[in-house]
């Protein structure tokens, strides 16, 4: 199991115990949701008053429905073309199969044939449509848009015949190319003659896979995008046959997932009903053939459209002949409904017995009928949405208001003499805030907790950083420092880091520092070789007839044994701490940043003005930094460090030698007196003198007394260069034997611990010195390296950002007409 799954596994428990620690809500934790609840209390008074006036307003305007729909056209106008929004009020979307009279239930709507019809599927594109009765009107008037209609042919004020071309045209379009298209034309439909309505005409799906270019899953997607429209119902046109065979069903059952889906979210038309009159002659036979309709929750209103005997017609001639259909559709379709009930009548004076016709059925008969329930169901819709598209486009034009200063602001941000300035305020504030960070910041840690790190977690930041695979000096190779990290990772894992670490507690800044600092002592520990694996070698290291002399040299092979342990624990942790201390101060300068982008004061808002790619070239700047600030550390804590092992001082002050007399019997002296007194051992006569130079020094500290003190330290100076010391001992075999090579690493073990101790003092002054102080300094002047750069090079040209302005400022001035219009009404 690699380091980066064993840290997951310990991640994952320590979570799991801390959610099993926390299951019962303290009373803190209830006492912030008490206050939570006041709060959000207390600020809603003014949002309740302006919701209550938008109820009002909306109440209003729903008694006159033409100033209502009116007033709808322009807010869907303005979302759609300006904000680039779906219109936020009710549509129904027409749905059908190729051929089952869409269009020609569009053109019902507004009285007047404006969607081509041909054969296979004439309509390529969602045709938005409102229709608003307007009674000063003696001739329609139109208005056409669309993201792909030719501008040549879109307009405000167009008449019924340029909206025709204009449609067929674009329709045209596309079908030469084999495409459709899910970008919408916009029609508002004007007239004296239509009601109040909103739908969306939407392609046929042809009905036989084997005829023509299987169109379904271009059907599919435009209809998916056309009903995630806010409010959009289905109008589902179904076919008059068996429900069993109506193929729309199951096409809308795979395009939508199920058929509750929508069934309980659409309104249905069953067109050229005129085909069933016959089979449906009797009330019994129309209500079992409606049956299965209505068991699976759909009751479809009942229409007959007359349609021409032939439709592959040249554009102009088609457009008179259905003018000509469309004046007489309802009077034919009233007439044929009414000889169909008589049918009925008559039917049952034969055959008494026979059902009436299903309430269900009699209740949804004629295309009348059916236009009123759309208009009740969309006009209801429309009055109790209204409030909330009210507050939307204050919300939105508060939102662009903001949007406008931000891109003002950035547009001022283009010189590079204020790109500079502003570059200069914002390292000062970061370089202020990472020092806050290091010397103690409650605050930020409270503010933001998500930026504190644990132990595994700077850890996995050193490794995953791309530092970890980069060579820091020549006094250690990649491999060794690998190995530091599979022994961090194993103590880890037997819990070994000791509690004074606090590896599960999280940190942020000079505290990370000095836990890096602790890490680095408890696995320089752990990492002290064994010497005694070296035993075949010392031989060859004491050599012979060193300077002349005619004996082994132990004192050599016991400082090969020292330079070479040293070497193993000191360098590649030093190279590893310097790394884990890296990633630790470059992610400093990143929470500093953070910490001043959420800040509201002005060089934060002018941060996030500035250009793109300016916030990351600081990045790569301060990264370059820190590394050239590790480089630096690390080649001079390496050189400062070689000294300390190159030679061997036994006066150390933890380093016991192994005494000449420790195999030997306690010697005696006689004494005056004629009797023989023990005489002391070296070890006791060492001993003796440490507690009493320890006597005299706490004695000289105490006094405060600085004449006391030089001599004490006069004293030591004189005892060091006149005392005696031993090493090792000093009688030897010709040729060293076994015992003797375990003495030499046994002192050699014994020195090199006593070595570590003051290797660790002397590092904690380097890396004091090298790496924090210096990162303190280098954060402080970072600034000046990097304001002297060439900065216009960095700034790219936006060409975009006027027409950004302008486009915001335009949609400033309809938003702010739009509610302009409802201060007006309301007046």
Known sequence: MDRKQKRLERRQQRAAAKAASNTVPSEQDEDANYAGTNISHSGASATAQQSTSDVKFAKLLSQNEDVLLNFVANINK??????????????????????????????????????IIQEGTGTRCPLDTTCIHDGSLNEPKCELSGKELDPAMSGTSLTTDEVFRAITAHNKMLADKDEFS??????????????????????GIISNKGTGQDNR???????????????????????????????????????????PKWTNNSIVLMTKFDKQLEDARSGSKANKFFKEFHDNNLYPHLIITPTLPKEDLPADKLLIERRKLLQDAHGNEMERFEDWRLG????????????????????????????DKMREMMLTDT?????????????????????????????????????????GQVLHEVAKRVNSYLDG???????????????????????????????????????????????????????????????????????????????????MAEAMPDPSHLKEYVP???????????????????????????????????????????????????????????????????????????????????????????????????????????????????????????????????????????????????????????KSRIESLLSVDGGKAKDLLRSEGKKKATEKKSFLPEERTAMINNAETDAIILSAFRYTMAL????????????????????????????????????????????????????????????????????RLQA
């Open 78 to 115: 303005l979302y759609q073309e300006k904000l680039g929004r779906p219109a936020p009020f009710m549509t129904f979307v027409i749905c059908g199969m190729q051929s089952a009279g869409k269009s020609t239930i569009m053109e019902r709507f507004m009285q007047a044939p404006l969607n």
């Open 182 to 203: 899910t970008q919408s034309l916009r029609l508002i439909y004007r007239a004296k003659n239509v009601q109040n309505m909103r739908f969306v005409d939407t392609p």
């Open 217 to 259: 899953e271009d059907i599919k997607r435009i209809l998916r995008d056309t009903m995630k429209k806010p409010n959009a119902k289905l109008c589902v046109l179904v076919e008059p046959k068996e429900f069993s065979t109506n193929p729309i069903i199951d096409f809308c059952d795979e395009t939508f997932g199920g058929r």
């Open 344 to 371: 009925h009548e008559r039917f049952r004076e034969t055959c008494p017995e026979d059902e009436l016709l299903h309430p269900e059925i009699q209740n949804k008969i004629g295309f009348s009928v059916a236009k």
């Open 383 to 423: 009055a109790q949405r209204l409030p909330e598209v009210l507050k939307s486009l204050r919300n939105e034009l508060s939102d662009c208001h903001n949007d406008l200063e931000y891109l003002i602001g950035k547009k001022k941000l283009m010189d590079p003499r204020e790109v500079k300035i502003i570059v």
């Open 441 to 523: 910041d409650l605050e930020t840690a409270s503010k933001f907790p998500d930026v504190l790190r644990d132990l595994e977690e700077e850890l996995e930041e050193e490794e995953e950083s791309e530092w970890c695979l980069r060579r820091l000096g020549t006094c250690a190779t990649l491999d060794d420092e690998e190995e530091w990290r599979t022994l961090i990772d194993s103590l880890l894992d037997q819990r070994k880091i000791p509690s004074y670490v606090y590896p599960e507690k999280k940190f942020l800044g000079g505290k990370q520092f000095q836990r890096a600092g602790h890490l680095m002592k408890v696995v």
């Open 540 to 694: 060859s290291g004491a050599g012979y007839l060193q300077g002349g002399l005619q004996r082994e040299n132990w004192e050599r092979a016991t400082l090969a044994i020292v330079k070479m342990s040293s070497k193993k624990i000191s360098h590649p942790g030093i190279n590893f701490f310097i790394k884990h201390v890296g990633s630790i101060f470059r992610r400093l300068f990143l929470v500093g940043i953070h910490d001043l982008k959420q800040g509201s004061a002005d060089v934060s808002i002018k941060f996030k003005l500035l250009p793109d790619g300016i916030e990351s070239h600081l990045v790569t700047k301060f990264d370059n930094m820190v590394w050239n600030l590790m480089e630096n550390a690390a080649n001079k804590t390496h050189v400062s460090l070689e000294p300390m092992y190159s030679t061997l001082d036994p006066s150390l002050p933890t380093f016991h030698p192994i005494e000449d007399d420790v195999s030997q019997k306690d010697k005696y002296m006689m004494n005056i007196n004629g009797q023989y007194e023990r005489l002391p051992t070296k070890k006791e006569i060492r001993d003796e003198g440490f507690m009493n130079m320890v």
């Open 756 to 823: 570590h101790d003051q290797i660790m003092i002397y590092l904690n002054f380097q890396i004091n010195h090298y790496l924090y102080e210096e990162y303190k300094e280098k954060i402080s002047t970072f600034s000046r390296d990097v304001l002297d750069e060439d900065w216009s090079a960095m700034i790219p040209v936006d060409g975009t950002l006027d027409d950004e302005i302008k486009k915001l400022e335009d949609n400033i001035a309809d938003l702010q007409a739009s509610l302009q219009d409802v201060q």
